[in-house]
């Protein structure tokens, strides 16, 4: 719940950059430093998307081929990637993950399990009983369904 690999969330874009040994691509024309979306340019990790909130890496997504262009073998500590099942995340993370329906898929559910602090959280979002995309990331910023929107 704190990072992915060596990019822990709270850094900043260049610790971040630094970390990865690679660029991120800048924010965008007309986006604002409040938030913002980012990967690598190198083109590897391509599922793996940051969330930038006035240069501070606040949220880490990993999203599904569909959105992302690729499979992704990203997991959690605990052994939970995309297409896991909802039984799998719960057996995973027991009593501490929280199911509700999700928001656009009504198919699918949203898991959220918090951090011991409650300072952050995973959030994995399934459909058909699957995992599609997950994230962890501090509050507010992991609670957001649209991302910076």
């Known amino acids: 719940m704190t990072g992915l690999g060596v990019v822990q969330l709270g850094m900043t874009v260049t610790e971040a950059q630094t970390a990865l040994g690679a660029a991120l691509n800048p924010m965008p024309l007309g986006s604002e430093a409040a938030c913002w979306m980012t990967r690598r340019t190198d083109g590897r990790a391509p599922e793996v998307f940051y969330m930038v909130e ?6 880490i997504d990993i ?11 990203v997991k959690t500590a ?13 057996q995973a993370y027991g009593k501490s993950a ?15 399990v918090e951090s011991a602090d409650t300072k952050s959280a995973l959030v ?25 929107s």
């Open 78 to 90: 605990a052994g939970i990637g995309i297409g896991a099942t909802e039984a799998d995340v719960l």
């Open 63 to 73: 999203n599904t081929a569909a959105s992302a262009g690729t499979p992704s073998d």
């Open 124 to 148: 994995f979002e399934t459909s058909d009983g699957r995992v599609t995309r997950f994230r962890a990331g501090v509050h507010p910023a992991v609670d957001y369904v649209e991302g910076c």
């Open 54 to 59: 006035n240069d501070r890496i606040t949220r």
């Open 98 to 112: 929280k199911v509700t329906p999700n928001k656009y898929d009504e198919h699918g559910h949203t898991i959220v």
